[in-house]
């Protein structure tokens, strides 16, 4: 069970809250907020204070995630777990046509929040300060009137007139990790509820989305359901499972419909809003030698099994450098949200030394290097290379049709 901060709630507690507030980002460093507590300590119960300086820092870290992060309130492990504004937003909007939802395993309310938007919402979770935060944490959105929040274990709520069901299930470390196989460990319970017991609701209720570890193994993505892997940015943060009557992506050749999303969140660069995509049929992608320009392709992309796929969307002159590497490569400066672009200013086999002098050759004295698909200790090779000049660029170490290969890159 959770700390419950809603004794925050009381009198004394909103007024702690609000002068803690006041005192702002003044305050900041570790002394600063002993000598402020030890002050408080003097007017309010020492609980209390303790209570009110944790929310004041939980709602600091949380400022990442939320834009009301300032009037909300968190337990540390709900805020931990909870989902951040702007991906709970994009999942919410593939949501959005149920008109009545139920979000099992509410947590603080990160999803909860972004589903009431649209539809009305059950939320449930067994930690009761979470189910009481979770309605709480709506309200500073203006959105209470459309939720009801219980505390249950969610296998004993009814979900009769539910349209959909939102899991997002705790994650835990499953039983004797070392031992058995990652598949295997799901399935005995990585997350609770397990997930055979989330994929499970959709016998049941007409659409199913549940949240899941970026690293599900790919056996355990049930047949017809898509498997849409998200990143903010370049942060790979989850594998979504949508159950069949929610499916918006083609299959994948082998695979089923397979799905790759990259948010790019406000104030990240580059353009705000999400970029989604799908498996695209043509030909094979041709190999080819690094050209002019590298792409880098998102986690998501790769993790989805979608680089070929984005090789197509960028056109007929785009190649990959080797059959097992998710680098691609061009001739043009092509941009895309799917990939990092990177200009290609020296590429050939890889021999260390040649790399040395070619660096120094280009007065460049600080890399950032990109190692994939070979072995060597990176921090290492730096040593080496004993770098020094006023430019910046990043050293790719790879494969090119298995050989040994390396590219001097600037963004
Ligand atoms: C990952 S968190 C949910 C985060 C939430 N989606 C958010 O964005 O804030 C998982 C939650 O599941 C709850 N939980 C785990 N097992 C449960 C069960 N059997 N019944 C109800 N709640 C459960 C935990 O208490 C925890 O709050």
Redesign the pocket.
């Known amino acids: 069970m959770n700390d419950d901060p809603t004794i925050l709630l009381t009198p004394p507690g909103r007024e702690l809250l609000s002068r803690l507030a006041a005192a702002g980002a003044g305050q900041a460093g570790e002394s600063a907020s002993l000598a402020l507590a030890e002050r408080l300590r003097r007017e309010y119960p020492a609980a209390l204070v303790a209570a009110a300086m944790s929310q004041r820092e939980l709602r600091r870290a949380a400022q990442a995630k939320f834009s009301r992060a300032a009037d909300m309130l968190f337990t540390r492990a ?1 805020y931990e ?3 951040g504004e702007a991906i ?1 937003r994009y999942r919410a909007g593939r949501l959005g046509h149920a008109a009545r939802i139920a979000d ?9 929040i972004a589903l009431a938007g649209a539809s009305d919402v059950l939320a ?4 009761e300060a ?1 189910a009481k935060l979770a309605r709480y944490n709506a309200a500073v959105y203006g959105r209470a009137d459309r939720v009801r929040a219980v505390a ?4 004993d709520v009814g979900l009769a007139g539910v349209d959909a069901v939102f899991i ?4 835990r470390a499953g039983p004797g990790t070392a031992s058995a196989p990652q598949a295997r460990r799901y399935r005995a319970g990585t997350s ?2 397990p997930l055979d017991w989330c994929v499970a609701r959709a016998g049941t209720v007409p659409a199913v989305c549940v ?1 899941a570890a970026p690293g599900i193994p790919e056996g355990l993505v049930p047949h017809a359901w898509e498997a849409e892997f998200i990143a903010e940015s370049r942060d790979l943060k989850e594998a979504v499972l949508w159950s069949p009557s929610l499916v918006t992506a083609p299959a994948a050749p082998g695979r089923g419909p397979r799905r790759a999303t990259v948010i790019v969140p406000a104030g990240a660069g580059g353009a705000t809003g999400s970029h989604t995509l799908v498996a695209r049929a043509g030909d094979p992608v041709p190999l080819r030698e690094p050209g002019e320009y590298l792409l880098d392709p998102n986690p998501a992309v790769t993790r989805a099994g979608l680089v070929e796929d984005l090789a197509r969307q960028l056109g007929d002159d785009t190649a990959k450098i080797d059959p097992q590497i998710a680098f691609l490569t061009l001739d043009r400066d092509a941009r895309t949200p799917f990939a990092r672009t990177l200009r290609v200013e020296y590429s050939a086999p890889w021999h260390e030394k040649a790399f040395a002098r070619r660096l120094r050759e280009l007065d460049i004295g600080a890399v950032d290097i990109r190692r994939r698909g070979l072995a060597g200790d990176v921090d290492q090779i730096r040593r080496r290379l004993k770098l020094s000049g006023a430019n910046r660029a990043t050293v790719v170490i790879t494969r090119v049709s298995d050989r040994p290969w390396g590219l001097i890159c600037t963004a």
């Open positions: 709900g777990q909870s989902s709970a099992l395993c509410c947590g603080i309310g990160g999803d909860l449930v979770d067994r930690d979470h249950a274990d969610v296998r997002d299930p705790a994650r609770e509820p949240k």
